[in-house]
Structure formats: C-alpha cells, structure tokens
C-alpha cells in the first residue's frame, strides 16, 4: 500500500490527531492554519509540512502539493471555508477525496436530502454536491454512537457493524466469574457460548490475545459475540445486564434530539420499544427527556409527545428524588457540557441509577469517565477522526473504530483481486501480536461468521479484524490492492 498524499485544513484537535495517525503510517502530510500560535503547537508535535496560511487559497494549496494528493480533509472551525474550499478544489482537481467536517446541522441534513432526492444527478461521472465526497457531522456520529451502545444494552463500550449481528462488546471480568483464572485455549472447553476474544486488557496495557493468555477478575475482554448471546456472556462474565425499562435522557440539545429521534421517532419502526419489548412490559417502559432551559425542554416537549419531558436541573438530589430518577436503568448524559456529563452520570450512579452513558470530550476522559464508575462513555472528538480515516484509508477499507485510546483499530475492509490474502487460509497469513481476523463475510452473501485459522478468503469477501494501530497501514496491504 503506498503512501498518500494528504493535506489538512484546520489544526485543532482533529487536525492534529489526523495528522499524527497519517504520519504514523508513513503518509505525507501537509498541515495548513492560518493561525500562528496553533501552527507553533502543531509544528511542535509534528514531523510533517506544516504551514501557515489561508487555506481556502487556491495558490496555497498547489504550493503545498495539491494536484498530486489523494485526498482533501477540511475540519477548520468555520463550515463556509470548510465547504467552499472543498468546491474550489473539486473545480480544479474533480479526482481528489474531498472530507469536509460541517456542525451547523442543516447544511448537513440538506445536503444530504438534495442528494438523496437527485441521486442521478449526483451519481456516476458527476460530482457531488459542493464537491464534498463525504461530509461529517460530529454530532450525529456521537448520536449514533450512543444510540448503538443503549441498543446493546449500556452494558459497556460496544462496537458494531452494518449489517452484522455481531457486536464487540467490552467486558469486565468479575471475581468468581466462569472467567476468572482461565486461559484462552481452555475457553471452549468450559464455555458454550459461541464468542471470539479481540483483545485483552490489564493494569492499562492493551494487546492482542494468545492460546496461553491469563484471564483474572478485573481482566477487560473485548469480545466478538452476536447479539443474542451478549447477555449471556455478560453473565459469564460475572457482569449484569439490566433491563432498561425506565430511561432518562438530560440534555435535550442537538445531540440529545438526534438520539431521542433514533430511539423513538415512528412508532412503527422505533428502535426503543423493539429493543425493551423482551425486557419489559409496555406499561413499565418509560423515556424522560430533562434540560434546564425552558425554551429547549419546550421544544423538546412539542417534538416528542411520546416521551416525559421536564424542565429541571438533572444535579438537583432533591428534584431527582421526588421525580424518581434515582431508580432509573439508564442515565443518559449528552449536553454540551462534557465534563459535566462525567460528573453527572458519576453522581446519578452514587444515588442509585443502575447504569449511566455521558458524552465525552475525548478518549483521555473516556478513560476517567471508566474510573468514575461510567458505563459507556462516547467520545466525541474521537468518533469525528474515526469517522474520518475509514475514508482515507482506501476503497477497500469500510469502517475504522479505535478502541483502548487509539492503540488498536478494528477494521472492516474487503478482500481484492490483487490482495496477498486472495485465496489463502488465515493460518497462512496468521502474524500473532500484530493482528486477528475475526469474522468474514462471503462474497454475495449477507451473514457474518466467525473466523478461525481454516477460513479461505476470497475476491470481494469483507473481513472484519483488530490490529495494533502502528500496525495498521501495513496489515491492510494483504487484504487490498498495494495501490489502493
């Protein structure tokens, strides 16, 4: 796989992180702002061109190599230079990848609706709208992230994938658990529960698991099982898994109304009660809505007659007691405010909620939000790069997830037709340590099976597999093209 050639505009968090990982992976990269004292920090973390400069310049960006990149990734802090630098481009250089990272919502859900109503105009030969390839919208990222996770329960950090029934769920192992002081190889043997471990945890390092692995109480296991299964894995495990019948959602913003649509919007096609029909009876199931602005909770009230909806502040003990939120399954915490979040599902916890979700900032207070006793906790500038790099990873890759802050990346590509991995075996192209296959899917075929060192790979099957992040680049050059 050779190296791309990439620019960036904007760097800030995202930037910055997207810059380091293509760095990592030998790529070029060409770093523009137009703001010296976050140049100065970017230069100062950086081996990589780093420029600073308008970059919505035409005249910029062709001195920093753009007629030979791969691809054009805009995260400044304004959408307009964002989307309008991805136009200018794609009139001069229409065959370059072009990324742009929106927030104002509608431009997004309008674009996305044009295109949807005029596919044919916008399909084929012809360009897209804006000349943006993909746009990104952080706060539906998160929203989906959040979504997925109460699907599968709130039990932990919870990966998925499109049309699987299979999830990564993180697990926790108990003391006393079926678990406890067993290795890997002797699983099987013990454990009737069809699940494949992805990676392993312990005293905060992160690796790859082997046959003679030691799981222990207080071990974190990532593990491959289907849906149907997960409860009863949690249960090996030692870990319980609640029924969700009464769910609080505090903070009715955007990302809040964008999770809420998700869990209840169409009663014939509701995630929600689908997903809590096998748990509880109708009359028992409940969804709060609790923001402290009038206006919003207003809103909020009018948008979803279906849900409770209070205008209260959800760190009041007193309100939260009389109101019975105290006894609640799940807390969701997605306001602005993340830190807030954090201490709030903290503190919804101490007085009682079962199990709580808070929006992050990032994959470091992810790492907090777990010591403070969070069940899941959703980073958000995280799922925006995440997002990000499956795009620029080649037409082979499908989706990237990072797990335990960045140091491995699940990946979901498809086999091709030059691949190393055409037609072999996976005990043939098996590297322990580096990476794991973990389920395939057969070309022309819609079910996701398990892997194991007998599976044969084939042109146009999609593998789902973990490996280390420094890895990355090079592990998927034997399942794609090298000049993909």
Known sequence: MVPMRIVIIGAGFTGIQLAKLLVNEKNQVALIDNDEDVIRHASNQLDCTVLCADGNSLDTLEDVGIAKADALVCVTSSDEVNMITCSLVDAVYPEITKIARVRNYAYYVNTASAQKKHSTNFGGKKRPLYGIDYM????????????QAVKN??????????????VIARIVVAKGSQLDGITLKDIR?????PFLIAYIENDGKTSLPFGDTLISAGTTIGALVSKSDLTQLTQICGATQNALNKIALIGAGRIGTIVTERLLKSNKNSILP??????????????????????IAKTAA?????????????????????????????????????EMNMILAAYLESLGVKQTVSLVASSAFAQISEKLGIDVSVPLRDTVVDSIMSHLRGKSVKEIHTVTNGQLEIVECEVTLNSKANGKYLKEIADPGKFLVLMNKLSGTS????????????????????????????ILSYFSDNED
Do not use: R
Not at 449 to 473: H, M, Q, R, W, Y
């Open 136 to 147: 990104i919208h952080p706060d539906v990222e998160a929203a989906e992230a959040i979504v």
């Open 302 to 338: 009018e948008k979803f007659p279906e849900a409770k909806v209070m205008n209260a502040d959800a760190s009041d003990e007193v309100f939260l007691k009389e109101e019975g939120i105290t006894s609640y399954d799940l807390a969701i915490c997605c306001t602005h405010n993340h």
């Open 153 to 166: 329960g709130a039990i932990g950090s919870v990966v998925s994938f499109n049309d699987s029934e299979h």
């Open 274 to 295: 689908k997903f809590l029909s096998s748990l509880a009876t109708k009359k028992n199931q409940e969804f709060t809505i609790i923001d402290k602005n009038e206006e």
């Open 189 to 193: 043997s013990k454990v009737e529960v």
């Open 447 to 474: 079910e996701y099976k398990i892997s194991n060192g007998n599976t044969k790979l084939s042109v146009g099957d999609n593998v789902v597999l973990i490996t280390v992040a420094e890895e990355s680049k090079k």
